[in-house]
């Protein structure tokens, strides 16, 4: 039997090529690297979208919708140990000054179908100076929802605030009404891509 010894070109060359392309891109992203721009120039759209503010890194996403509802999620994580946030139920202006309230709301193409509600338990602190307790959440990250609503296709807001306090570091100082903005479509709200 003989067996040719000629060479043809190799199909393995694109596949390489692009399976370097997406290495590329993976390890451009675990660094911190932006994704690509699609061919119009913009941003791919994404539904989820983070912000530092203040000594809180705030992870707001969309999930479950479906028939032009679903939920806002947001996660606030003071960056240092110790901290903690105030309750969704604390008023806007505080105790006796003191605080300010975990609080997410919405405008334009998206209402509210629903309370903000969070998932961690509230305890109530001491604060010198203060006669009444004060509602906060045990110290670290503190994921809350908003059920939601889509009237119409077009442009929301989500408006976003806290305070977050250590009972030995005192606090930083409050975001009030942070604005996070969305496109809401047919499928669904995306944020920009930053």
């Not at 503190?142 to 250590?166: E, F, I, M, Q």
Request: with cysteine; aromatic share 4%.
């Amino acid at each position: 039997m003989n067996v040719s010894t000629h060479t043809r070109p190799s199909r393995k060359a694109p596949v390489a090529a692009a399976l370097l392309t997406f290495v590329s891109l993976a390890a451009l992203a675990a660094c911190g690297g932006q994704p690509a721009k699609d061919a119009g120039g913009s941003a791919p759209a994404t539904r989820t979208t983070r912000f530092t503010e203040n000594g809180v890194t705030v992870t707001l996403s969309v999930s479950d919708w479906q028939a032009s509802q679903g939920t806002l999620t947001a996660v606030f994580t003071p960056e240092a140990k110790g901290f903690h946030l105030y309750s969704t139920d604390l008023p806007p202006t505080g105790i006796e000054g003191v605080g300010r309230p975990t609080a997410m709301a919405v405008n334009g193409a998206l209402k509210a179908r629903g309370r903000l509600t969070a998932g961690a338990d509230v305890r109530s602190i001491s604060v010198p100076g203060v006669d009444a307790p004060v509602p906060v959440y045990p110290d670290g990250p503190v994921t809350t929802t908003l059920p939601v609503r889509a009237d119409t296709d077009g442009d929301a807001t989500v408006l976003l605030g806290y305070a977050s306090c250590s009972t030995q570091d005192g606090c930083t100082i409050p975001v009030s009404d942070h604005p996070v903005h969305l496109h809401v479509t047919d499928d669904g709200p995306t944020f920009d891509a930053a």
